[in-house]
């Protein structure tokens, strides 16, 4: 089993930067693609951006490509989003995701965090 905590979220003024922390242990991490998936009230959940297990290699939401850069640090099983120029439309639960498959896949990520509220203002 694999245990995700998430921490930073919160409320931001649209413009404004966030830096989100998932924790992960259970299982080696570098073993482990990455990702993380937000969802808004009355709307799918969606992949934000995605990390191999390396690092070397990442996805991204077109809408959030060039503001959102999602990293990991395998040496203290953590994997981060840091999220820059803000916009209202970024207002959601952000969801820390692990798995053993493609990290460019959606079904790869069978693990979750409990999720962090990322709410921007106008």
């Known amino acids: 089993q694999v245990q995700l905590v998430e921490s930073g979220g919160g409320l931001v003024q649209a413009g404004g930067s966030l830096r989100l922390s998932c924790a992960a242990s259970g299982r080696t991490f570098s073993t482990l693609v990455m990702a993380w998936f937000r969802q808004a009230p009355g709307k799918e959940r969606e992949v934000v951006g995605a990390t191999s297990r390396s690092g070397s290699s990442t996805y991204y939401l077109n809408s959030v490509k060039g503001r959102f850069t999602i990293s990991r640090d395998n040496a203290k099983n953590t994997v981060y989003l840091q999220m820059n120029s803000l916009k209202p439309e970024d207002t959601a639960v952000y969801y820390c995701?692990?798995?053993?498959?493609?990290?460019?896949?959606?079904?790869?990520?069978?693990?979750w965090g409990q999720g962090t509220q990322v709410t921007v203002s106008s």
């Open positions: 995701a692990a798995g053993t498959g493609t990290f460019s896949s959606a079904t790869s990520y069978d693990y």
